[in-house]
């Protein structure tokens, strides 16, 4: 008898219930329980660390455009408060100003030439230093703007107004200030018009530029 017991042990059988399979009970995990379980834990943490990446890229976006900002809003409020150098159309650039490179000596200039050079050591960095002093002569340590920040001011003689006689009247154009830099990952390009730091970064895609139009009102365009 025993032995028969023993038999159907072995064989899952009930030895009471000959013809019911004994259910067998387990515990703890299997190993390939184990597998699937470090699989999803480690897919999760791939998609954190991916998502925290984006979130870093759209800070350093956002941080950038905010400077770029402060700094178009500078460069206006610089011409519209030298009404007479705008006039005369002082204030426009032939090249874009900034990139990088060597601190700018602004001493001895005044007007809208001090203006434009103070306005260039701003898109260069020179507002703060990263660590030690601002070097004049390459730019190194000067981490005040954004990367490789350029600014233009362009003029539009077409949008210049007429006096009661019909006569033109210089430098009550539009000007357009313009604000370059390179963004960290590739989006749209702008505007084939607004060509301040045009094909200056490393694709157009990753150029962003904010701008900014104002006039000089002239009482005589009546």
Request: proline letters at 2%; one cysteine or more.
């Given at each position: 008898?025993?032995?028969?017991?023993?038999?159907?042990?072995?064989?899952?059988?009930d030895?009471?219930?000959p013809?019911?399979?004994?259910?067998?009970?387990?515990?703890?995990?299997?190993?390939?329980?184990v597998?699937?379980?470090?699989?999803i834990?480690?897919?999760?943490?791939?998609?954190?660390?991916?998502?925290?990446?984006?979130?870093?890229?759209?800070?350093?976006?956002?941080?950038?455009r905010?400077?770029?900002l402060?700094?178009?809003?500078?460069?206006?409020?610089r011409?519209?408060?030298?009404?007479?150098?705008?006039?005369?159309?002082n204030?426009?650039?032939?090249?874009a100003?900034?990139?990088?490179?060597?601190?700018?000596?602004?001493?001895?200039?005044?007007?809208?030439?001090?203006?434009?050079?103070?306005w260039?050591?701003?898109?260069?960095?020179?507002?703060?230093a990263?660590?030690g002093?601002?070097?004049?002569?390459?730019?190194?340590?000067?981490?005040?703007a954004?990367?490789?920040?350029?600014?233009?001011?362009d003029?539009d003689?077409?949008?210049?107004?007429?006096d009661?006689?019909?006569?033109?009247?210089?430098?009550?154009?539009?000007?357009?200030?313009s604000?370059?830099?390179?963004?960290?990952?590739?989006?749209?390009?702008?505007?084939?018009?607004?060509?301040?730091?045009?094909?200056?970064?490393?694709?157009?895609?990753q150029?962003?530029?904010?701008?900014?139009?104002?006039?000089?009102a002239?009482?005589?365009?009546l």
């Amino acid at each position: 008898m025993t032995r028969v017991w023993r038999s159907q042990m072995r064989r899952g059988l009930d030895p009471i219930r000959p013809n019911v399979l004994r259910i067998r009970t387990q515990a703890g995990f299997t190993l390939i329980e184990v597998l699937v379980a470090l699989l999803i834990l480690l897919v999760g943490s791939l998609g954190m660390a991916g998502l925290q990446t984006k979130a870093q890229q759209a800070e350093m976006e956002s941080y950038q455009r905010t400077q770029a900002l402060v700094m178009l809003q500078d460069m206006n409020n610089r011409v519209n408060a030298n009404r007479w150098d705008a006039r005369h159309l002082n204030y426009v650039t032939t090249s874009a100003l900034g990139g990088g490179g060597s601190i700018t000596d602004c001493s001895g200039k005044s007007g809208a030439a001090l203006d434009l050079c103070e306005w260039g050591n701003m898109l260069d960095g020179a507002a703060e230093a990263s660590i030690g002093p601002c070097s004049a002569s390459n730019g190194a340590n000067c981490i005040g703007a954004m990367i490789g920040a350029r600014g233009c001011v362009d003029y539009d003689a077409t949008t210049e107004f007429a006096d009661s006689t019909g006569a033109t009247i210089a430098g009550t154009g539009i000007y357009t200030i313009s604000v370059a830099w390179l963004g960290l990952i590739a989006t749209v390009s702008p505007p084939a018009a607004l060509t301040c730091g045009q094909n200056q970064y490393v694709s157009e895609a990753q150029r962003r530029v904010v701008t900014s139009q104002l006039r000089i009102a002239a009482l005589g365009a009546l």
